[in-house]
């Protein structure tokens, strides 16, 4: 029955208006199901982090997980580093994800109810952004990238996924059709789709690739590399060197 009641059905009735996307309680509750549904890939997201835990994390060091959410980065990250003297501070200023994770984490992770323009970042050999940049303020998140490589200990690295928005208008739409038909093959029904793309309107803002580039250079990354690309989605590995 938990799968059940876990399921996302956040947008299966109709609505009479649809409000702005927020990860409310009711969106925490069934966050691991919709994510896992939406994002084309995720599940190798979270093996590659298990990866790039076990390849950048380096001892006496700070892991930052910024946009958490229910904590799947961080869990996985946890469970594949052999040191522990590494402090790994995941944050989402969504309480209702932050209390989910306290209730479901065995692992040491610090969990913090906070907003990550807020949070400063210290000695850490590896920063995750995966999805979270994109509901960030636009007029924001130059700073936010410049703070973070300020933060990273030298050979450290960004990974940052995204919902990116292709220059080329043919390639996005061809793209975002691709990804309409992925979310049916998920189960979503077509008013399960329009709905919640209202809702993410003007809360979820895809920058370009080009744009995110751009971005890492401006902060300082020496090295940038993209390292995953299924439809709109993309990841990037930006390194400091
Ligand atoms: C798509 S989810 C991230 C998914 C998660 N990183 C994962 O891999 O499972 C975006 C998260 O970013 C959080 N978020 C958005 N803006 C934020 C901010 N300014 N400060 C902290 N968290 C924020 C939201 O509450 C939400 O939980």
Same mark, same amino acid.
């Given at each position: 029955?938990?799968?059940?009641?876990?399921? $996302?059905?956040?947008?299966?009735?109709?609505?009479? +208006?649809?409000?702005?996307?927020?990860?409310?309680?009711?969106?925490? @509750?069934?966050?691991?199901?919709?994510?896992?549904?939406?994002?084309?890939?995720? $599940?190798? %997201?979270?093996? /590659? /982090?298990?990866?790039?835990? $076990?390849?950048?994390?380096?001892?006496?060091?700070?892991?930052?997980?910024?946009?958490?959410?229910?904590?799947? /980065?961080?869990?996985?990250?946890?469970?594949?580093?052999?040191?522990?003297?590494?402090?790994?501070?995941?944050?989402?200023?969504?309480? #209702?994800?932050?209390?989910?994770?306290?209730?479901? +984490?065995?692992?040491?992770? %610090?969990?913090?109810?906070?907003?990550?323009?807020?949070?400063?970042? +210290?000695?850490?050999?590896?920063?995750?952004?995966?999805? &979270?940049?994109?509901?960030?303020?636009?007029?924001? @998140?130059?700073?936010?990238?410049?703070?973070?490589?300020?933060?990273?200990?030298?050979?450290?690295?960004?990974?940052? &996924?995204?919902?990116?928005?292709? &220059? $080329?208008?043919?390639?996005?739409?061809?793209?975002?059709?691709?990804?309409?038909?992925?979310?049916?093959?998920?189960?979503?029904?077509?008013?399960?789709?329009?709905?919640?793309? +209202?809702?993410?309107?003007?809360? %979820?803002?895809?920058?370009?690739?080009?744009?995110?580039?751009?971005?890492?250079?401006?902060?300082?990354?020496?090295?940038?590399?993209?390292?995953?690309?299924?439809?709109?989605?993309?990841?990037? %590995?930006?390194?400091? #060197?």
């Amino acid at each position: 029955m938990t799968e059940l009641t876990d399921k $996302d059905r956040v947008f299966a009735r109709p609505l009479s +208006s649809v409000h702005a996307f927020a990860f409310d309680a009711e969106v925490a @509750r069934v966050f691991d199901d919709m994510i896992s549904r939406s994002v084309p890939g995720y $599940d190798l %997201l979270v093996r /590659m /982090m298990a990866l790039y835990a $076990d390849t950048f994390v380096t001892s006496a060091s700070r892991v930052y997980d910024l946009g958490c959410s229910t904590g799947v /980065m961080s869990r996985v990250i946890a469970r594949q580093l052999s040191f522990n003297n590494v402090e790994i501070i995941a944050i989402d200023n969504s309480c #209702s994800m932050i209390e989910k994770c306290r209730g479901q +984490s065995t692992e040491p992770v %610090l969990w913090q109810c906070a907003d990550v323009l807020d949070v400063e970042i +210290s000695q850490a050999s590896m920063v995750v952004l995966n999805l &979270t940049l994109q509901f960030i303020d636009p007029d924001r @998140r130059d700073e936010l990238i410049r703070r973070i490589y300020q933060g990273l200990n030298p050979g450290g690295v960004l990974v940052l &996924t995204e919902k990116v928005e292709l &220059t $080329d208008a043919r390639q996005q739409q061809t793209m975002t059709e691709l990804y309409q038909g992925f979310k049916k093959i998920q189960g979503y029904s077509d008013l399960e789709i329009s709905q919640k793309r +209202s809702a993410l309107e003007n809360v %979820l803002i895809p920058d370009t690739p080009e744009r995110h580039i751009e971005r890492f250079q401006q902060a300082g990354f020496e090295e940038v590399y993209q390292s995953f690309h299924c439809f709109t989605f993309q990841s990037f %590995l930006a390194r400091k #060197s």
